[in-house]
């Protein structure tokens, strides 16, 4: 069965922190077609009925398309290791977190160490970082050596100005 390699972007919210105290080594990540499939298949049904245009989501929407069909056409090849063009990645970057954070690929290989990692060496967690009153919560994968190789977001904190008097 064909997989997909895919490296996660940085999450913006990351900037607000110093490299040293939250820094990431984006591991290429193997995802698997069929998760794929499923994961950008039920996002487009999902949506079905809405009014994506005013909702900002149709050019995602066709992009989510267009990659689904490609997908197909690989799940039909049986190749193993297949690039996905660069017109799909941005289709990919939309579920591939959720995949990655809920184990659902076929392996990771870690810039940091150079090795090749399975899910089930990879430990997931839940994680929160604060920097000057900004604390990010949500869930990090960690490699078999300590790396931190993807991390999402899940909510962003801003503390109340204090003395600010409204
Ligand atoms: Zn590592």
């Known amino acids: ?6 490296r996660s972007p ?11 105290l ?12 069929e998760p794929l499939r ?8 999902g949506r079905k009925g809405w009014n994506l245009e005013a909702a900002g989501l149709l050019s995602e929407d066709n992009r989510l398309r267009a990659c689904l069909a490609w997908l197909e056409e ?8 297949v690039e996905p063009p660069f017109e799909h990645e941005p289709a990919i970057d939309v579920v591939a977190a959720g995949l990655i954070t809920s184990g659902e690929f076929q392996r990771a290989a870690c810039p940091a160490c150079e090795s090749l ?13 604060t920097e000057e009153g900004v604390t990010i919560t949500g869930h990090r994968s960690v490699c078999g050596r300590g790396h ?3 991390a999402t977001t899940d909510l962003v904190d801003v503390a109340d100005l204090e003395g600010f008097e409204g």
Request: aromatic letters at 12%; hydrophobic letters at 50%.
């Open 1 to 6: 069965m064909s997989v997909i390699p895919h």
């Open 10 to 20: 940085d999450d913006p919210a990351f900037v607000v922190f110093d490299r040293t």
């Open 22 to 33: 939250f820094r990431v080594d984006h591991a290429l990540f193997f995802l698997r077609v």
């Open 38 to 45: 499923r994961a950008i298949g039920t996002l487009v049904e």
């Open 74 to 81: 690989v799940a039909g090849i049986g190749e193993d290791v």
């Open 117 to 129: 990692y399975s899910p089930d060496q990879i430990v997931r967690e839940p994680w929160q970082e």
């Open 148 to 150: 931190i190789i993807h």
